[in-house]
């Protein structure tokens, strides 16, 4: 089965720094592309950003908000992505999910549990 | 870049048909996707290329998709339908994933 577990949520203080990781299973890690997508308790989704998939470069995409101080990798050999955030803001406090990126129609169709990341004094 | 635009919310009586809408401009030429999001839980994915069912979605679960509007139907709604609603399509200037706000749908 697929599966995608975020890990590394926790509480920091702005201005400091957190790698979220994203294990993934059940599936060639490296054929999909991966995109972290976050949300403030009862808020709605805002897309993060993405890495594509080694084939296609795995070069990555992140949105206006967190561009210059969030940076997504990728190792293969673990099927692991990661989310390192720098330069913390209270702002991004929020459930950071990871998912896959569908070959075909690009749908985020699998999802994992989540981590919740504060930042708060 | 695009913008899609959501209701904030839609309430339906049990056995009624919901149907929440997702607007952009000329949407009708883009592939939608929609996911389902109970509280507590991560999003799922319920219609793709606007059309579409992944399997294991009932059949009450259905999409349209026509000019500037998309649109996710639910027939005969359940008590357990209760959730958010995201409508999704990727920007093909800036290949970059475009949400929705999303919908509430309350179930009376």
């Known amino acids: 089965d697929v599966q995608l577990v975020e890990s590394g949520g926790g509480l920091v203080k702005p201005g400091r720094s957190l790698r979220l990781s994203c294990a993934a299973s059940g599936f060639t890690f490296d054929d999909f592309s991966v995109t972290w997508i976050r949300q403030v308790p009862g808020k709605g989704l805002e897309w993060v950003g993405f890495?594509?998939?080694?084939?296609?470069?795995?070069?990555?995409e992140y949105a206006a908000s967190v561009k210059g101080r969030f940076t997504i990798s990728r190792d293969d050999s673990k099927s692991i992505a990661y989310l390192h955030m720098d330069s913390l803001k209270t702002e991004d406090t929020a459930v950071y999910y990871c998912t896959r990126v569908d070959l075909g129609y690009r749908t985020f169709d699998f999802w994992g549990q989540g981590t919740l990341v504060t930042v708060s004094s | 870049s695009s913008v899609l635009t959501q209701s904030p919310s839609v309430s339906v009586a049990p056995g009624q048909t919901a149907r929440v809408t997702c607007g952009g401009d000329n949407i009708e030429h883009k592939g939608v996707h929609w996911y389902q999001q109970k509280p507590g839980q991560a999003p799922l994915l319920v219609i793709y290329d606007a059309t579409d069912r992944p399997s294991g979605i009932p059949e009450r679960f259905s999409g349209s998709n026509s000019g500037n509007t998309a649109t996710l139907t639910i027939s005969s709604v359940e008590a357990g339908d209760e959730a958010d609603f995201y409508c999704h399509v990727w920007d093909s200037i800036t290949d970059q994933p475009v949400l929705g706000g999303g919908t509430k749908l309350t179930v009376l």
């Open positions: 890495i594509r998939r080694t084939p296609d470069g795995g070069t990555t």
